[in-house]
């Protein structure tokens, strides 16, 4: 994966986790980020108090941002401009990644008549607060519809390859942000308002949901080397086949089969399945990928088969 190295980075996109104000005791419920933590995986969390006020950021870069600090964004606006520095430094690719994925939705949305509403990441460590209450890294990726925010904690991208045994790499990275984008796009469309997130099992709302958004991320990575910054020049150049090959091998590690199995104790439970299993997951992917199409990621429709 490689990006244009003159195309322009937009870092407002990217702020200080649980910077954007509003209360933390409206009870909201956050959608799972896929299947990315450990067993007994977590599709929601209720109010908590993990964080005692708000914590000032260090003006550092992101890989080295230490527990309970949060994302410089003035620091990342100095150092992330252009796709050159996107290919020298893991945060900056990280900016560039949002930039496309949510230059593809914006478009998107125009060409169908809607309007897509910009969504910031927030990238963590440790633990955050949100505007549905508190979470820890144990969470993984996940966002909230009560903000409209994405939320990150920059440890799983090694705990990725160290705990779950994937391969990683920048466009697994940028698979995981897509996915989470695609709760953003259920929200705005009003799919997610829908489903009862606690109801699990192998044909449940929460598994359509997460795999839906798998489907979106597949979309995206299909026109990602021909969405357009404000310049007009794409940021993305090239996405290798190595690089979806990377993207299918995290998708069968945060399968619910997979990390039932290798993280549980051996025993595959499908009754507690809340995002797919690891052929569902990079079905779906697979599916928006060729396809390019969003309409082909109707999990919802009872003809479908979720595989």
């Not at 964080?51 to 870069?61: A, D, F, V």
């Not at 109801?199 to 598994?207: E, F, L």
């Not at 091998?249 to 439970?269: K, N, P, S, T």
Request: aromatic share 8%.
């Amino acid at each position: 994966m490689r990006f244009n190295e003159n195309a322009e980075l937009d870092t407002s996109q990217v702020q200080e986790a649980g910077g954007s104000g509003g209360g933390f005791g409206g009870g909201a419920i956050a959608v799972g980020g896929g299947g990315l933590t450990v067993v007994g995986v977590v599709i929601f969390f209720l109010i908590s108090n993990f964080l005692g006020g708000g914590q000032t950021p260090l003006p550092l870069s992101l890989d080295q941002l230490p527990a309970g600090q949060q994302a410089d964004d003035q620091r990342l606006a100095q150092e992330c401009r252009t796709g050159a520095d996107a290919n020298r430094r893991d945060d900056c690719a990280l900016v560039a990644s949002i930039n496309s994925i949510q230059g593809y939705w914006n478009d998107q949305f125009k060409r169908s008549g809607g309007r897509y509403r910009t969504a910031p990441t927030n990238f963590f460590r440790g633990s955050v607060q949100t505007a549905c209450g508190g979470a820890t890294s144990d969470v993984g990726p996940f966002y909230c519809p009560a903000d409209s925010e994405v939320y990150i904690d920059l440890d799983f991208f090694k705990d990725l390859q160290t705990r779950f045994g994937a391969r990683g790499g920048q466009f697994v990275e940028a698979y995981v942000l897509a996915h989470e984008y695609g709760h953003h796009v259920q929200n705005l469309l009003g799919t997610s308002s829908k489903v009862d997130p606690r109801k699990t099992g192998p044909t449940s709302g929460a598994v359509r949901l997460e795999l839906q958004a798998d489907c979106y991320a597949g979309v995206w990575a299909n026109h990602a080397t021909t969405v357009p910054t404000k310049s007009g020049q794409p940021l993305i150049e090239d996405i290798t086949q190595d690089d979806v090959n990377r993207a299918l091998d995290a998708a069968e590690h945060i399968g619910d089969d997979f990390i039932q199995a290798e993280l549980g104790g051996g025993r595959v439970d499908e009754s507690k399945f809340s995002h797919g299993s690891s052929a569902q997951r990079e079905k779906w992917f697979t599916t928006g990928l060729r396809s390019g199409n969003p309409n082909t990621c109707n999990t919802f429709d009872p003809k479908v088969s979720l595989g």
